[in-house]
């Protein structure tokens, strides 16, 4: 399974970008997508995860309300929209995946075993 992560940028404080995440083959009914963040000197933090099979979404407290991930079955990619972006939404995002992640485990980076490359987002004036 490969993963290509796309979308970031710099963009002002208030403003909006749409990351998405291209998975080369979904390996299960259970295949689970999720975005990671790390800023410089700072852990990987969960940002949002969704399964492909419903859509079940979920979402790190620091982003609820103003970042909304969503899938297209049809194209295996994972979208993550991200709207009234703070400075310290700064971090290069990551992109993972799984197919054994269960729902506990689901803010884990230690649950996904697929990771794409990253792409660095900005936000700055």
């Known amino acids: 399974v490969q993963l290509q992560a796309s979308g970031g940028g710099l963009v002002q404080p208030g403003g909006s970008l749409r990351l998405s995440c291209e998975v080369s083959q979904r390996t299960s009914s259970r295949f689970v997508v999720a975005w990671f963040r790390q800023a410089p000197g700072k852990e990987r933090d969960f940002v949002a995860a969704?399964?492909?099979?419903?859509?079940?979404?979920y979402y790190g407290e620091s982003v609820k309300g103003r970042f909304t991930i969503s899938r297209d079955n049809a194209k295996n990619t994972v979208y993550l929209q991200m709207n009234s972006l703070r400075p310290e939404d700064t971090a290069v995002y990551y992109c993972?995946?799984?197919?054994?992640?269960?729902?506990?485990?689901?803010?884990?980076?230690?649950?996904?075993?697929?990771w794409g490359q990253g792409t660095q987002v900005t936000v700055s004036s």
């Open positions: 969704i399964k492909f099979n419903g859509g079940y979404t």
């Open positions: 993972a995946a799984s197919s054994t992640v269960i729902h506990s485990q689901l803010a884990s980076q230690d649950a996904y075993a697929y």
